[in-house]
Structures are given as structure tokens and as C-alpha cells.
């Protein structure tokens, strides 16, 4: 652990000296401008990272929508339709107790299918891209 | 009903006393163990970022089933029945927010602390105190929590005349959890809480076993059993026998609702444990795994509170703690065979024992997070801007932990009467207010600023914290903290409902009101790291 590194947060990183792409050269001659922004702005606007992107968000962003909403619900319920939650389904288990257990169940199902959406839509898209960073340094 | 007084008490503490010995023994011994191992700050902040996905589950579900999830929501629901059951789904759903939009690019993005991620794109030094206050805000939140369980427990063992004991015991708690974060550091801790986490899942599923057996492993027997001896029916079963009375306490219902699922991504003991394990990917086995033990944990709190209702009895709960924080030991005696009964007797120490080994590791990680924080966000980045190195920064950490063990132990005695759940709602809706907000827009907003940030962070704090200090929390109730006195202009228990919009609205407001142009490329830099793990530590 290089103790500098604590020091700054903002500095670039990994720009270890005698390494030079046509870039940084480029860079180098407008010395208050960091080399490393205008990489990772490069990376972030090109078409292959927009997928990465789309992959995390079109997932991460509806279904969080989605369980707050189903969630509020259980919760609203609970507070607005008393004789609703109240219904006895089997013996002294009512449709209230049923649907936190289904919250239980939602929550368990919903972080295994992440897992297997992440596995194949986004670890290789972000290796690809971490790999080709790093080999470009 | 007085435990200390009738017959077996001698025995089960000396019981209690030798098995909590021999747990405070056991973990030191691998403090200082983990102690020997720890170098450099990497090692004290992030155990050297050397545990397995499978490790840092447990730890996390370790470090997050506290007094309050298991003495607290116990208690409420063998008080208010179907009502207190919603903590312990709230609790557990939220996690899906921390999985699917913090864990991973916090992992990537940041270092040791919340505030690293927040440092890459916005103004560091303002951004760190905002962050490192509000750090150590909710953490002393938590800490009280964990502190009135504890008070709780040792009531209940040494009976009303223990008031000079319950004392001791919240000082040795405090050292204790100071010796394992200065001593251990995060590897410490995190070995502690693993240790805690299988010993609490192993002690909850014995007395679930033992409850269903009672009832011939029949759910609705056992509901049915625990609405008679509730004194309050069918009602005990369903919606509303605590927030249900009228307008006000079913607002508060939603509030503590919203608290739940949004406190715990902006949790920072939650937060820095994503930081101990090699991999974004590990972090997201680790919350998977994390899902699955505390899902299941939060499942026994069923048989623990509802048992609680039919074998012990609401009297007898409301006459040992007002607030029901001993239901789950009071259980563990009646399962046992009873007040008085050798098995009644031991396992109300097995069970007492491991709650105070639950508090334990809790507070050891609430005090590392804080003592982190303010180590290296407030004193190393802000106060001395980046000039000390790491044998100085970590010194900082270890007496910022042993002051805010002073501050805990200081408001543990105090404190006692309040729920532990309810108390720790409090801290998950100060995160959710203060931290959750200014965490997601960093990472997903390109537009966000430090204004923004700024504005978010102390104004969900400061409303969350004010809106507490005039509720009936506080004031103007009997259970409150100063009953005496009166001042709670703000109906309820719970902040949340005003204040997590309030957070998310002035982060955008303020991003607005910035006529500071926007640094695309920071933000860049951030999403590429977050998304990639690009240069990750």
C-alpha cells in the first residue's frame, strides 16, 4: 500500500512514471489537466460501456421501483384495509401474515435472479472493459 | 414478575456469567490473534480485504441482527403481535437496495469509508466533515439501541436492585467492544461477528424448535395459543393493535415503514463492510449470502414472538421490561421448563449469554465505522488535508474508539426505557435521510454537486435528528426519554415519512442552485470505476 495514495484521493492513479501513451504525451504538455480523466471520459462515452451501463440500470433501477412499490403496498394495506389483511385463509393465518411472508419470498427471489442477471449480463461486460483499461496503461 | 428474586436466580447467573466469560475470552484471544496480523490501514479499516464472500455474509448478518432485531422485535411482537412483524420484514427488504444499487459500486469506487466514494467527484474536504458527521450521528444512534438491550438484559438478571450492576455491566460492554476495535481492528470485528452470527442462528433456531414443538409444529396452533394469552384476541393477529388508533400512529406506521427499507444502504457499519472482501463480486455473494441468513433469522422472530405471546404472556413480558426487550430470554426460561427449573435455568443463560454476545459484536462494529470515519475522513483528509501518514491515522482511529465507547457507555446508563427496535428505526431513518440520498445521486446522477451533497446530507440529518428530539420519543409520553417534560410538537415516533423526501429533495435543489459548472470528467472517472472496478484498491 502506497501511503501517498492516502494522501489524495484525486490524483491519478497508476501512472507510474517511463509509462507513456500517445495520450498522456498529449497530456503532458498541458500539465494541469490530469491524463486520467480524459481516459476514463473516452471509456464512459463509447458504445460498449453504454451496454454496460444499460445492463446494470435496466435491471437495478425497475426492479427497485418495483419491490419499494409492492412493499408500500404491504404496508398501506396493513394501515388502510384492516378487514382485507384480517381475512382468515387457514385457520388463525390471515391474508396479512400471508403477504409478509410473500415479502420474505419476493426478497429471496428477487436476490437470486439479480445474482444470475449479473453473472451474465454484467461481470463479462465490465471485464472486458477493465481488462482493455489495464492493458492500456 | 421478578427472575432475580425467585429461586434458581444464583445458579443462572453464575451460569450466565461463566458462558459469557468464556464468549469475551474466546473473542479476545482472537482479537489479538487478528491484532498481530494488522499492519497497515488496509489491515485496521478493511481486515486487508481478505474475507470470502461466504465470511463477510456472516459477518454482515453479524454486524446487522442486533439487540434490536433480536431482543426488540421479539419483544414487539409478543406485545403488539402482527404489528411488531413489520420490522423484521422492513429490515430484511432492504437489503435488496443495498444489493442492487450500493454494494458493488461502493466496493469498486471507494477505499475505507462512505465519503471516498462521495470524494471523487464533489469537493473533498467539505463533502468528508458532512459525511463523517453524519457517520457518527447515526452510529451513536445504533450504539444507544444496543445499549438500552443491554441495560435490558441485565435488569432481568439481577432484578430491580441490580441499578448498580446494569451499570458495570454497560462499562464492560463498552471496554470490551474499545479493546476489540483497537486491539483487532476490522479483521477482529469481523471474526467476532462471524463468531456471533452462527452462535445467534444457533440459539434462535434451539428455542424455535423448541416453541413449534410445543404446538406440534402447527403455525396457526401456536397464533392461536398466543391471541388467547395476548388478552386482545383475533386483534393480536391482525394490522393494527400498535399503529392502528387513529390517524396519527397509522402515519407513524408508514414512516417507520419507509425508515426500514431505505435505512440500511445508508448504514455506515453496513457500508464499510462491503470493503473487507477482494471483489465487487464478492461483495454481491457476500449481501446474497447476508439475504439469506438474516431472511431466515427474521423468519424464527415468528416463533420467538408469537411463543413469546403464548408461553410467557404479555403481563409477565410488560412486568419484566415495559418495552419487551426481554421477551426472547423470558421465552427461552419457559421453553426450558420454567422459572425456577434447571432447563428454564440454563437456557435463559444460553440465551441471555448470547444476546450480550449479539450486543457485543454490534458495537464493536458501530464503533469502528465511526472511529474510521473520523479518522480518516475527518482528521486525515479535512483537519490535516491530507498530510499524516498511516501509523498517524489509525492512532487517531484507535482514540476516536475509545471516546466514543465513553460517549456510548454514558448514554447507556441513561437510557433505558425505550424500545431497542423502535430506537434503532431511529438510526435507520437518520441513514436514510442523511446518507442514502447524496450516496445514490453520486453514483447515478451526472448533474449532482457538492452543493447538493452538502444540502442533503445536513439538512435530512438535521430534520431527521430535530424532528426526533420534539417527538413523543422524547418528550410528553410516559416511555419517553425525559417523561417529564414536554415539548413534542412532532406526532411521530418516527422521522422518516418527512424527512427521507426532505434528504432526496434538497440534493436536487441544491445540485440546481450551484452555479458551479459540473466536472463531466469526474464523474466519468466515478462511473467507470464504480461500473468496472477499473483501479479498484
Sequence with gaps: ?137 | MNLAASGGAGEHRTLIITLFSVFVAITLGITVWAGRQTKDATDFYAGGRSFSGFQNGLAISGDYMSAASFLGIAGAIALYGYDGFLYSIGFLVAWLVALLLVAEPLRNSGRFTMADVLAHRLRQRPVRTAAGVSTIVVSIFYLLAQMVGAGALVALLLGASGEGARRWIIVLVGLVMVLYVTIGGMKGTTWVQIVKAVLLIAGTLLITVLVLNKFDWNLSTLLGHAADKSGKGKAFLQPGLQYGKNGTSKLNFVSLGLALVLGTAGLPHVLIRFYTVPTAKAARTSVNWAIGIIGAFYLMTIALGFGAAALVGSKAITASNESGNTAAPLLAEAVGGGAGSTGGAILLAVISAVAFATILAVVAGLTLASSASFAHDLWANVLRKGRTGEKEEILTAKIAAIAIGGISIALGIFAHKLNAAALVALAFAVAASANLPTLLYSLFWKRFTTRGALWSIYGGLVSSVALVIFSPVVSGDPKALFPGMKFDFFPLGNPGLVSIPLGFLLGWLGSLADRAAVEPGKYAELEVRSLTGYGAH
Design chain 1, 1 to 137: 500500500m502506497d501511503p501517498e495514495e492516502a494522501v489524495d484521493r484525486n490524483s491519478p492513479p497508476e501512472t507510474a512514471p517511463g509509462q507513456t501513451t500517445p495520450e498522456q504525451t498529449a497530456e503532458a504538455v498541458r500539465p494541469s489537466i490530469p491524463a486520467q480523466p480524459d481516459r476514463f471520459t473516452e471509456v464512459q462515452t463509447g458504445a460498449e460501456f453504454a451496454q454496460l451501463r444499460r445492463a446494470h440500470r435496466s435491471f437495478a433501477f425497475p426492479v427497485t421501483a418495483a419491490f419499494i412499490a409492492w412493499y408500500l403496498l404491504y404496508v398501506l394495506l396493513s394501515n388502510y384495509a384492516g378487514g382485507f389483511m384480517s381475512t382468515e385463509l387457514v385457520g388463525n393465518i390471515n391474508v396479512a401474515l400471508v403477504l409478509g411472508l410473500a415479502q420474505f419470498l419476493t426478497t429471496f427471489l428477487i436476490a437470486w435472479w439479480y445474482a444470475r442477471h449479473a453473472a451474465t449480463q454484467i461481470d463479462p461486460r465490465a471485464e472486458a472493459i477493465r481488462a482493455r483499461m489495464e492493458a492500456g496503461e
